[in-house]
């Protein structure tokens, strides 16, 4: 079973705009990871955030966690036309590793 | 990070056949694997954890007697869909946990399996 939801499902922007990617779970977690697919492609990890973090950036992906919300967000700063995929968080509890519904991301040149 | 491979890349098979799909693992021992069906436009779904020697832990709902796991060896486990239909048609991705490092996993490219 999926671990929890995403918004949006789906999300237009522009080139140059931000993208906000929302990410909620369930149960407790070790850590939660964000992946990108392109469209019938392999998994590309791009962070991992521990349980103990709050907030962690990598070039123009800023993560943040709440956990007593059950929640985290993916900001795409400068968002590029490259950056069009579909988006998961997966949340990983020490046994396996579950995956939310993911969001799809269309950046328009 | 790890290499994880699956093979076929694709595959197309008639209703009624069995199709086995390969992971492998490339630069460690694993013993433990994931296997993750993904329908289109869909996230990805756990299906079973497969442990090296022993059977597999599967989701509910998932028939482990259509999915047949066989984690044989160290470095490779295999999804065997019994009696395909097209409604198995999908995207099966594989990942290996990295032994000692709960927080690390690698996944394969992924199979699509089209069932005519």
């Known amino acids: 079973s999926q671990q929890g939801e995403e918004d949006p499902q789906a999300l237009s922007i522009q080139e140059g705009e931000n993208a906000t990617m929302n990410c909620s779970y369930k149960?407790?977690?070790?850590?939660l990871q964000w992946y990108r697919q392109n469209s019938g492609r392999g998994l590309v990890h791009l962070i991992l955030?521990?349980?103990?973090?709050r907030e962690k950036h990598s070039g123009r992906l800023r993560v943040t966690l709440d956990t007593s919300k059950k929640s985290s967000s993916l900001l795409i700063t400068a968002s590029r036309a490259a950056d069009t995929a579909s988006y998961f968080c997966?949340?990983?509890?020490?046994?396996?590793?579950?995956f939310g519904a993911g969001t799809r991301l269309t950046v328009k040149p | 990070g790890a290499v994880v491979s699956q093979h076929p890349s694709w595959v197309i098979c008639k209703s009624g056949t069995s199709v086995k799909i390969e992971c492998r693992s490339l630069?460690?021992?694993?013993?433990?694997m994931f296997w993750y069906r993904q329908f289109p436009k869909q996230s990805l779904m756990l299906m079973a954890t497969?442990?090296?020697?022993?059977?597999?832990?599967?989701e509910q709902g998932v028939e482990k007697d259509k999915f047949l796991i066989n984690h044989a060896s160290l470095t490779l486990s295999t999804l065997t869909v019994t009696s395909a239909h097209p409604e198995d048609s999908s995207f099966y991705i594989c990942?290996?946990?990295?032994?000692?490092?709960?927080?690390?996993?690698?996944f394969g490219p992924g199979t699509r399996l089209t069932v005519t």
């Open positions: 990942s290996v946990k990295v032994p000692g490092q709960s927080h690390e996993q690698y």
């Open positions: 955030i521990r349980s103990n973090e």
């Open positions: 497969s442990n090296e020697g022993s059977k597999a832990t599967y």
């Open positions: 149960t407790s977690i070790n850590n």
């Open positions: 997966a949340t990983d509890d020490r046994i396996d590793m579950r």
């Open positions: 630069d460690f021992q694993a013993t433990t």
